[in-house]
């Protein structure tokens, strides 16, 4: 079958889901996935055909059911990286490849760093940071056993060598050991705020990651907070993947622990995403 027939039959049945660009985006992950090519392949060759097309038509029913293509295929891109990703595991998103930036932008490349990821899932932050940091020691800690699985996985296959805990953070009385960098992409996302939720997240992504109570949203940026204006090192920076609308409330809820400087940056969307607080 030519395979710009599947795109057709991709666009038309999954732009009105999605959006046609992201339609786009799923037919050209397919296309990496399933047949080793790419945009330009299928622009330079317009007859390419395909001998697959019964898969692809098994995924694009999976996309119209609103599948996420990353549990599909079980990986994501981050930061350049592929990681392993299953219904435990929140799947990478493209702001915090930018807090990732933020980080590497903020840290000596040349010496050797204690740095803690918590709520790691896929490992994604810590994991990258691993990777373009060799000389810097990393944790990864999170409470789900099956999230841990999956980032040794990813580990093994970036080939970097890092420690696991598995601790539920909100348990935790202190850290174990002073750290130059901790950093924390934490379930935010209010109960109230459910309603903006796409069911592709809302029905395949664990909640767990997601989800945290309206009455107190910003319980684990108090706990982490706290433990880590007691372990940093002198000059230690904690940075975090923050809830766009509570970008003042966090501000306030640092400097009250006590961090003297907290600087807090947008992403590309222009939403509040991110903190960097130094000790
Ligand atoms: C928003 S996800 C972030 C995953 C990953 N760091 C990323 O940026 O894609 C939050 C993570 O926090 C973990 N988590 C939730 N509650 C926790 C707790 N009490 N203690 C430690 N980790 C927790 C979840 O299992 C999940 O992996």
Same mark, same amino acid.
């Given at each position: 079958m030519l395979i710009k027939v599947l795109q057709d039959q991709f666009i038309s049945k999954l732009a009105p889901i999605y959006d046609e660009v992201e339609a786009q985006q799923l037919f050209l992950f397919c296309l990496a996935e *399933?047949? =080793? %090519?790419?945009r330009i392949d299928l622009i330079m060759n317009p007859e390419l055909t395909t001998l697959n097309s019964e898969q692809w038509f098994a995924i694009l029913q999976m996309l119209i059911e609103q599948k996420p293509i990353q549990h599909i295929f079980g990986k994501a891109y981050f930061y350049g990286y592929a990681f392993n990703v299953n219904e435990h595991t929140l799947i990478p998103r493209p702001e915090t490849e930018e807090l990732v930036e933020w980080i590497l932008n903020s840290v000596p490349h040349n010496q050797s760093i204690r740095i803690l990821d918590i709520g790691t899932g896929s490992g994604c932050i810590g994991l990258t940071l691993a990777k373009e940091l060799p000389q810097s020691q990393v944790t990864l800690m999170d409470i789900s056993v099956e999230a841990l699985k999956i980032a040794k996985q990813n580990a093994e296959a970036l080939a970097v060598n890092v420690e696991f805990i598995q601790q539920d953070i909100l348990a *935790?009385?202190?850290?174990t050991s002073p750290f130059d960098v901790i950093v924390s992409n934490p379930p935010y996302i209010r109960q109230l705020e %459910?309603?903006?939720? %796409?069911k592709n997240v809302m029905d395949y992504e664990p909640h767990t990651a997601l989800f945290v109570e309206d009455d107190d949203p910003l319980i684990f940026y108090r706990k982490i907070a706290t433990l880590a204006f007691e372990n *940093? %090192?002198? =000059?230690g920076q904690l940075f975090y993947e923050i809830n766009q609308y509570l970008g003042q409330e966090m501000i306030e809820l640092l400097r009250g622990i006590g961090f003297k400087d907290t600087e807090l940056r947008r992403d590309m969307m222009q939403n509040d995403r991110m903190t960097k607080s130094i000790v």
């Open positions: *399933l047949e =080793g %090519k790419s *935790l009385d202190q850290l %459910k309603v903006e939720i %796409k *940093l %090192k002198p =000059g």
